[in-house]
């Protein structure tokens, strides 16, 4: 074979290559989305960056592999390597990493919650202790209040009728 078609042909694979490649980094965003709510903003934001990502790697393997000239056998290896991701994959990918992905996080934070209790357990004994204190001085304030009200009305009386 001549060395031209040998060179075509690895052209064309990694074009099918680029084309899995950017089906897969697609459903990362999916498997983001289906773990985080997104608005339509944030939404259109992430495309936008993703196409212009892929458009970045797209130039890069046409001007690496062919001098920067787009083949449409380029474009059709990149569709055919989308339609054999979306083939074999259809969503099982995102559904069982979304899934796992969800386990992982409530397990976590699961953990957390039971490394966390004793903490939590302690902070509302002491806000318990301080509202206890709290009320405890607050009654002694009132009692003083009372008492110095009482000294000042005694007092008066006293001075008024010397």
């Given amino acids: ?3 031209n078609i040998v060179q075509e ?3 064309f694979l990694h074009s099918i290559l680029l084309g899995l490649i950017i089906t897969f980094a697609y459903d990362w965003i999916l498997i983001a989305r289906r773990l985080v709510r997104h608005g339509r903003l944030f939404m259109s934001a992430e495309d936008l960056i993703y196409w212009f990502v892929c458009g970045i790697g797209v130039f890069y393997v046409l001007y690496r592999e062919n001098s920067g000239v787009l083949r449409w ?3 059709l290896g990149a569709t055919l390597g989308m339609l054999f991701y979306k083939i074999i994959f259809k969503n099982r990918f995102i559904n ?3 899934t796992c992905i969800h386990k992982m996080m ?3 934070s699961r953990v957390i919650q039971i490394v966390l209790k004793p ?3 302690a902070f509302f004994a002491v ?3 301080v509202r206890f204190i709290g009320g405890k001085i607050k009654k002694v304030e009132e009692f003083v209040k009372k008492r110095l ?3 000042i009305k005694t007092l008066r009386i006293i001075l008024c009728k010397q």
């Fill in 106 to 108: 409530w397990l976590i």
């Fill in 96 to 98: 069982i990493m979304s």
């Fill in 119 to 121: 903490i939590k357990c």
């Fill in 9 to 11: 042909i690895t052209f």
């Fill in 73 to 75: 056998f380029a474009v």
């Fill in 149 to 151: 009200t009482v000294f």
């Fill in 127 to 129: 806000r318990r202790f």
């Fill in 1 to 3: 074979m001549s060395q």
